[in-house]
């Protein structure tokens, strides 16, 4: 097998994800008879398994997809989804505070009123569920909007969001505090375990 071709081949099947490698395709990119592309990747997938690499390639009829060898699936999976444990932050609470009074809301919007970058806070709470994209700013630069989910209202027992506190300027330090005990007190253990 030309070592060049192995190469490019595996390139190429990795690169192609999910959705497998066509030999057709591989044939058009590479410049070879599609039958020596089949030919090359079915001696690669022989490979693999002769090494016992962690990989495999698995062929269905013209295409090829690299996969995990199904021995470590578990791993795979356990790492693809991890357990979404523990407590908000407070960075977090306040970021989702901010979202759920002023929504539809920017992060830059987000970040002029906690003073401080909130890119970390937002991962969180989009990684919990909690808030989500809502749409775009129209014009230059386009600013994701975030809003809160149903699985907000869920966790907060919230039937919709007219049922938050009410907040003006004096109150708003105070009702910063109730948000933050309402979430020790109501939250959903099952969604934080």
Known sequence: MNSDVALILETLLYVSGD????????????????????????NLASRFEAEARALAILQFGSRFQMTTRPEFSDYVQRYAAPPQRGKLSQAALETLAIVAYQQPVTRAAIED?????????????TGKGLIEEGGRLKGAGRAILYETTVR???????????????VTDEEEAEQMDLFSSGYRENRNDDFFA
């Open 19 to 42: 959705e497998g490698l066509e030999a057709a395709h591989a044939s058009d990119v590479l410049g070879i008879d599609r039958a020596q592309v089949i030919h090359e990747l079915q």
């Open 113 to 125: 009123i906690r003073g401080v970058n909130a890119d970390r806070a937002i991962a969180t709470l």
């Open 152 to 166: 907000f209202l869920d966790v907060f027992h919230l039937a919709s969001l007219n049922e938050l506190p009410s």
